[in-house]
């Protein structure tokens, strides 16, 4: 999909940025870990999670916790399934518009 974009980007605006487009995906992907990272603590001493060296989990809090486990994926997966179903390059459309960049750099 990135390569899809930069040939879009490319056709709208006559030059390459594969650079700015992986720079972009770089700085989202350390931004998504650090904001994944930083909700865990807190969530899981949402579930009721006790720490300490002779403490025993109740079953709530276990149960709590495998419930943050696939609920919170799945609702994210959720929104990244609708947020694609509305992705406007499609197979067809990106055809098209390679065969524009071929036919601008005089490859046809």
């Known amino acids: 999909m990135a390569a899809d974009c930069v040939d879009y980007d490319e056709l709208q ?3 390459r940025n594969e650079g700015v487009y992986a720079a972009i995906f770089s ?7 650090t904001i994944g990272l930083s909700l865990a603590g807190p969530i899981v001493i949402w579930c009721g999670f ?17 419930l943050c486990d696939t609920l ?10 609708v947020a694609i179903r509305f992705y406007p390059l499609t197979a067809s459309r990106m055809a098209e518009i390679r065969d524009e960049l071929e036919a601008r750099r005089g490859k046809v």
């Open 27 to 33: 700085w989202f992907m350390k931004a998504s870990f």
């Open 72 to 81: 919170l994926p799945a609702i994210v997966l959720v929104i990244g399934l």
């Open 13 to 15: 605006t006559g030059t």
């Open 50 to 66: 006790q720490s300490g060296k002779d403490i025993t989990q109740t079953a709530e809090t276990i149960q709590a916790i495998r």
